[in-house]
C-alpha cells in the first residue's frame, strides 16, 4: 500500500515505514537511544530528501523515546534534574547546529560533514564501547571478578562553580560539564539528524560516572526535551517535518519501544552496550564507506538543498 | 478576362487537447498518465511533423562534481543551474534531427538538447584579448559535461524524458501523444506545447495547460505546514508524545 507523502512529496509504502519505525523503535528502547543514526540514513536511502527526513525522524524520536521515558521512570531510574540540564545545553547546541548545517549546506558540504560525522563519531564511539564491553564479558566468563571501578572522578566536575546535586545519580557536581556535553550532543543532534543518545549514554558512563542504572532513562528524558523542540524549529522555520512520515513511524514506533523497554530487562548491561558498539560501528562505516568508494557517477544533484 | 491565379493554399494548422487539464495530488498518488490528442489541419495536405513538448514548472537545479582528495571522494563546489524546468519530455514523430535543423530547434528549446538551462552565477564578465564584456564561464571547456550530467541525473530520475516515436498518427492527421509524470513530478503549473513542422519549418503551435495540485489531505496538511507552521509543528510534537505516551498506557495494562 502506497501513500504519498505531502511534504517530502513522494510516493511510501506504508507498512514497510510501520515495520521500520517499529524495528528502529525496538532498538531504541532496549539501549535507551533515540535510533535516529539508524533511521536517518534509511530514510534517505528510499529517496526521501534528507531535509525532511532529518526533521520528521525528530518527530519520531520523541515519541518513541517518550514511550520509553515512562516505562524507565516507573522503574525510578530516571535522574529528571540531570536530564534537564544536559537539555538546556543540547537546546544552545541544536540552534548553533542548525546554523552550523544552513552554512554546510550553501558550501556544499554538507554531505561530506554528515559522512565524517557518521565515521567518525559512531566509529570512535563504537570501537570504544566494543573493546570496553568485550573486556567485561570475558572477564565474566574467566570467572575473573568485574574490574574494580574508579570511583575517583574527574577532578573536573568537583573543581568547577555552580555545583548541584543530582540524588538519582548520588552526584554532587558542577553543571557546567553537563551543559557542555549537552551543547556538544546538540549540535551533532542538527547536523546529523539524531537525538544524540550514542554519545549521551557512553558520556554519562565514562565522562560524568553515573550509575549505569540510570543513564538509559536519563539519556532518553532529554532526548525528548531536544527532539521535541528541535520537531517544533524545523516545522516554524523550515516547514520539513512530515507529519504523515512522522505518524507512521511512530506507530511502529511506539510499540516497538515499549517491546525493547521490556527485552532490556533479560540481558546483561555489558551483554547490551557490546550489541549497541556493534551496531554503532557498522553504521559508522557504512555511512564512511561513500567517501572511499568510486562513485558511479562523479556528479551529484542536491535535492531538496536547492529550494 | 483575367483567369485568377489559385489562390495559395492556405496555411496548415495544429489542434490538440489532454484527456485531462488537471491532476490531483491524493494520498494515493503514485504518478499520472496524461494522453494527448490533437489534429492536423491542412488542405494541401503536405508532410507534416509533430513535436509536443512539456514542462514543468521552473526548479533551480544544484549539481556538484565529485573529485578525489587525498584518498577521499568529496564534492566539489555546487553549481547552480537557473530556468530548468522540475519536469520536461519532448515527444516528436521522428528523431527532432530529421524534422528540423538546429536554429529552430534551439530556439523552441525542442530536445534535451536545447533545454535552455543555463548558469549564470558560473558566468562572468570580464575583458579579455582586449575585448570588453566578454561573458566568461568559469566551468570552461567542461560546461557541456556539466550539462549533460543535469539532463542524464534527471533522466535517470524519471523527470526529464525525450521519445522521438512519442507522438504517433493514429489516423490520418489525427494524432496521439501520451505524458508520463512520475510521483516525484513537482507540483504545479505545466504547459504542453504542440508544434507542427513542415519542412523544417514551424508552422503552427498551440499551448496547452495542465495542472498537478495537491488535493483532498494531502492539501489540507500542506497549506496548514505553509500557512501556520508553527502551530503546524506544535502539533506534530503533540501527536507524537501522546502517541508515546497512549502506548505505555496500553503496554502498563496488558
Avoid: C
Avoid at chain 1, 525528548?224 to 505518524?247: E, F, H, K, M, P
Avoid at chain 2, 504547459?191 to 519549418?201: H, M, P, S, T, Y
Amino acid at each position: 500500500m502506497h501513500l504519498y507523502l505531502p511534504i517530502a512529496e513522494v510516493s511510501v509504502n506504508a507498512p514497510l515505514l510501520v515495520a521500520l519505525g517499529a524495528v528502529v523503535g525496538f532498538i531504541s528502547g532496549l539501549f535507551g537511544i533515540g535510533g535516529g543514526f539508524l533511521m536517518t540514513p534509511v530514510l534517505v536511502l528510499m529517496g526521501i530528501p534528507p531535509v525532511v527526513a532529518v526533521a520528521s525522524e525528530a518527530n519520531h524520536v520523541a515519541a518513541s523515546s517518550v514511550s520509553s521515558v515512562i516505562a524507565y521512570s516507573r522503574k525510578r531510574v530516571v535522574d529528571f534534574r540531570m536530564g534537564a540540564v544536559l537539555a538546556s545545553g543540547g537546546v544552545v547546541g541544536a540552534v548553533i547546529g542548525v546554523e552550523v548545517f544552513r552554512w554546510l549546506r550553501l558550501i556544499g558540504q554538507a554531505d561530506l560533514a554528515v559522512s565524517l560525522s557518521y565515521l567518525v563519531f559512531l566509529g570512535v564511539i563504537g570501537g570504544l564501547m566494543l573493546t570496553e564491553s568485550l573486556g567485561a564479558i570475558l572477564r565474566r566468563r574467566r570467572g575473573e571478578p568485574p574490574k574494580p571501578r574508579r570511583e575517583r572522578r574527574p577532578l573536573l566536575l568537583y573543581a568547577l562553580p555552580l555545583k548541584l546535586k543530582f540524588p538519582r545519580s548520588r552526584l554532587y557536581i558542577s553543571v557546567i560539564p553537563p551543559i557542555l556535553l549537552g551543547v556538544f550532543v546538540g549540535i551533532l543532534s542538527a547536523i546529523m539528524g539524531v537525538g544524540g543518545g550514542f554519545i549521551l549514554v557512553p558520556a554519562m558512563v565514562y565522562l560524568l560516572r553515573m550509575p549505569a542504572k540510570v543513564v538509559v532513562g536519563t539519556s532518553l528524558f532529554q532526548i525528548v526535551i531536544t527532539t521535541g523542540l528541535t520537531s517544533v524549529l524545523q516545522a516554524g522555520r523550515n516547514q520539513t517535518v512530515d507529519i504523515v512520515l512522522a505518524t507512521l513511524l511512530l506507530i511502529g514506533g511506539v510499540v516497538g519501544a515499549q517491546l525493547g523497554a521490556r527485552a532490556s530487562g533479560r540481558f546483561r548491561a555489558e551483554e547490551l552496550r557490546a550489541l549497541l558498539a556493534l551496531l554503532v560501528l557498522l553504521v559508522g562505516l557504512r555511512m564512511g564507506l561513500g567517501l572511499f568508494v568510486t562513485p558511479s557517477d562523479p556528479f551529484v544533484l542536491m535535492t531538496g538543498a536547492g529550494g | 478576362m483575367i483567369v485568377a491565379a489559385p489562390p495559395p493554399p492556405a496555411p496548415a494548422a495544429v489542434s490538440a487537447a489532454l484527456t485531462e487539464t488537471q491532476v490531483r495530488v491524493t494520498s494515493g498518488f503514485r504518478g499520472a498518465r496524461i494522453v494527448l490528442y490533437g489534429a492536423v489541419f491542412d488542405p494541401a495536405d503536405r508532410p507534416s511533423d509533430v513535436v509536443v513538448i512539456v514542462r514543468g514548472p521552473e526548479q533551480p537545479i544544484r549539481i556538484a562534481r565529485k573529485s578525489r582528495v587525498a584518498g577521499l571522494w568529496l564534492n566539489g563546489r555546487p553549481v547552480v543551474f537557473r530556468g530548468a524546468p522540475g519536469f520536461y519530455m519532448a515527444a516528436s514523430t521522428r528523431p527532432l534531427g530529421e524534422i528540423a535543423g538546429f536554429g529552430p530547434l534551439r530556439r523552441l528549446g525542442a530536445g534535451l538538447d536545447h533545454l535552455a538551462i543555463a548558469a549564470p552565477l558560473e558566468q562572468r564578465v570580464e575583458t579579455r584579448y582586449g575585448v570588453r564584456d566578454m561573458v566568461v564561464s568559469r566551468l570552461g571547456a567542461d560546461y557541456l559535461d556539466w550539462r549533460r550530467a543535469v539532463v542524464r541525473l534527471k533522466t535517470e530520475a524519471g523527470l526529464y524524458a525525450a521519445d522521438s516515436a512519442g507522438v504517433r498518427f493514429v489516423d490520418k492527421n489525427l494524432f496521439r501523444a501520451q505524458i508520463s509524470l512520475p510521483a516525484e513530478a513537482p507540483i504545479g503549473r505545466y504547459e504542453a506545447r504542440i508544434i507542427l513542422f513542415q519542412d523544417g519549418k514551424p508552422v503552427s503551435i498551440r499551448d496547452r495547460d495542465l495542472v498537478v495540485e495537491k488535493a483532498g489531505l494531502e492539501r489540507t496538511l500542506y497549506l496548514f505546514a505553509k500557512q501556520r507552521p508553527w502551530t503546524y509543528g506544535l502539533v506534530s510534537v503533540i501527536v507524537a508524545l501522546g502517541a508515546g505516551w497512549a502506548a505505555s498506557a496500553a503496554f502498563r495494562r496488558s
